[in-house]
C-alpha cells in the first residue's frame, strides 16, 4: 500500500488553530488588543505603585496583582501568535509551541489565580 502526500500531510484548515471563523477572528484582532492595552496599563501602574511616595502595604498588594496581570497576559502571546498563518506554518514555532503548551497553560493558571487572590 503506498501513501501519497495527501493522506499523510495536514491540509491548510486541519493546520489552523482556531476552529471557525469568530474564533479566528478574535485570536487575530481582538486578544492581541487585549494584550497590548492591559501590559500598557499594568506598566503604568506598577510605576506609579512603585514610586517612594506611595510605598503603602495595599500598594504593594496592587503592584503584585499588576504583575502577575502582566505575567498571564505575557504567557498569552505563543497562543495568539498560533493563529497566523506565518507561524502557524512554521515548523520550529510548531515544535516549541506543542512541547511548551501544557507548561505555559499551567503557568498562566497559576498567574491568574495569583491575580484573583
Known sequence: M???????CLNA???QMAS???EMIMMRYIYPCIVIFGIAGNVLNLT???DRSMRTRSNK???????ADIVFLSLLVPNILANYPI????YSF?????TAKAH???LANWSSAVAMW
Open 2 to 8: 503506498s501513501l501519497n502526500h495527501s493522506e499523510i
Open 13 to 15: 484548515r486541519q493546520m
Open 20 to 22: 471557525n471563523e469568530a
Open 48 to 50: 506609579v505603585l512603585l
Open 61 to 67: 498588594f496592587l503592584a503584585a496583582l499588576a504583575f
Open 87 to 90: 507561524f502557524t506554518y512554521s
Open 94 to 98: 510548531r515544535k516549541f509551541y506543542f
Open 104 to 106: 505555559i497553560i499551567s
